[in-house]
């Protein structure tokens, strides 16, 4: 464009953007729209990992408190057509596994749909703990407790995200 001043012809440049400023934004603008598309993914996978852990952990301690609230026993082996609601000892347990899409409570209602993707696995074994008392003449005196060494694993999607284990100790038997 030319303007007519005094003393001569001025030129100036014309207002705008050069076809080369523009692409260079376009890139500039790509490369930070690709980083943080790339932290959003990681965010939300970190998020999905972390909520599935919680939902593992509740599962697994739902799972062994309804095996902790019975009687320790040996273990036996859980016959897939018995259901848990039938289990009268904690030994009755051992080999149970329940999931994916079949999770249910100890009465038989299914958990919601968001953790029927998950796997539940009990083992138990029978064992004797160490253990010592101090006696009258600070003494410590060793004895040993048999006892159910409860295992409860749950995975999702083939990886174990929870593993709880529990010792309940025999009761004497009464006369």
């Known amino acids: 464009m030319r303007h007519a001043t005094g003393l001569g012809i001025k030129h100036s440049r014309p207002r705008g953007f050069t076809l080369v400023e523009v692409l260079l934004a376009a890139v500039l603008l790509?490369?930070?729209?690709?980083?943080?598309?790339?932290q959003l993914a990681v965010a939300r996978q970190t998020a999905t990992t972390a909520r599935r852990t919680v939902q593992a952990s509740m599962?697994?301690?739902?799972?062994m408190d309804e095996i902790i609230r019975l009687p320790a026993s040996s273990p036996g082996?859980?016959?897939?057509?018995?259901?848990?609601?039938?289990?009268?000892?904690?030994?009755?347990?051992?080999?149970?596994?329940?999931?994916?899409?079949?999770?249910?409570?100890?009465?038989?209602?299914?958990?919601?749909?968001?953790?029927?993707?998950?796997?539940?696995?009990?083992?138990e074994q029978w064992i004797t703990q160490s253990a010592s008392v101090v006696n009258g003449a600070n003494q410590n005196v060793p004895y040993a407790v048999p006892g159910d060494l409860i295992t409860v694993?749950?995975?999702?999607?083939?990886?174990?995200?929870?593993?709880?284990?529990?010792?309940?100790?025999?009761?004497?038997?009464?006369?």
């Open 30 to 38: 790509a490369l930070v729209s690709g980083a943080l598309a790339t």
């Open 59 to 63: 599962l697994g301690q739902a799972l």
């Open 77 to 123: 082996s859980a016959p897939p057509a018995r259901a848990p609601s039938t289990f009268n000892v904690c030994g009755d347990f051992n080999g149970y596994a329940d999931g994916p899409n079949n999770l249910c409570d100890i009465q038989g209602n299914p958990y919601p749909a968001a953790m029927q993707g998950f796997t539940r696995k009990v083992r």
């Open 153 to 175: 694993t749950v995975a999702c999607q083939g990886k174990t995200l929870f593993t709880l284990r529990r010792f309940v100790a025999a009761l004497p038997q009464q006369p």
